[in-house]
């Protein structure tokens, strides 16, 4: 009976989407573009300075690549995980789309601790962010990119424990497409990163 009444209300939500969460999906447009300026302004920095090594070591000489690829696949089958909740959103499927919720949250935490794990090590290595402007801007570009990873896990969970609560509201889902362009453009930044940091480092 409760399920059926919650099937009732996505239907009726969803046919009115378009007009009760435009406002608030705009808003989250102009965040994430703000976001873009942040990231775009992290890149520049480190494009002037990964040549600064200051006699310490380069990309090349402490990337560990393929836990960066290892890294990189986990965010990218995290977004593909995503996908899937909302095909279980037009089924009106709750248990599922929570599923597959808690895959995303997994695969992202992975890929957390990977990173984590990534900066710890070069700091037991002594290649801390004070050795060299290229360490510096190094490390602060994925440190931003990591902590928007943590902001999104966190998200997550609160938005498990609102569908546990509430089942898939108006509200929800709206907050729901916004996590979800936030999860995508964390792919997409971190995509540039792999490309510009890793690959054009360990190519030289």
């Known amino acids: 009976m409760t399920s059926n009444l919650v099937d009732k209300t996505t239907n009726i939500d969803t046919f009115s989407l378009e007009i009760s969460w435009s406002n608030k999906l705009f808003g989250f447009w102009l965040y994430l573009m703000s976001d873009c300026i942040v990231f775009a302004t992290l890149f520049s920095v480190y494009m002037v300075m990964k040549d600064n090594v200051a006699n310490g070591p380069s990309g090349p000489d402490i990337f560990n690549f393929p836990v960066v690829i290892l890294e990189s696949l986990l965010l990218l089958f995290s977004s593909f995980s995503y996908s899937f909740i909302f095909l279980e959103i037009k089924q009106c499927n709750k248990i599922k789309f929570i599923f597959w919720l808690i895959i995303t949250f997994l695969l992202g935490s992975i890929f957390l601790i990977l ?55 108006r509200e929800v889902y709206t907050k729901f497409c916004c996590l979800s362009l936030f999860w995508h453009f964390l792919d997409i930044i971190w995509i540039f990163v792999f490309s510009e940091v890793y690959l054009i480092g360990v190519i030289g």
């Open 115 to 169: 990173e984590i794990f990534e900066l710890y090590s070069f700091i037991q290595k002594g290649y801390s962010p004070s050795c060299s402007g290229f360490l510096s801007a190094f490390f602060t570009l994925l440190s931003v990119h990591g902590i928007h990873v943590f902001s999104a896990l966190i998200w997550i969970l609160v938005m498990i424990k609102q569908i546990r609560r509430f089942g898939i509201t």
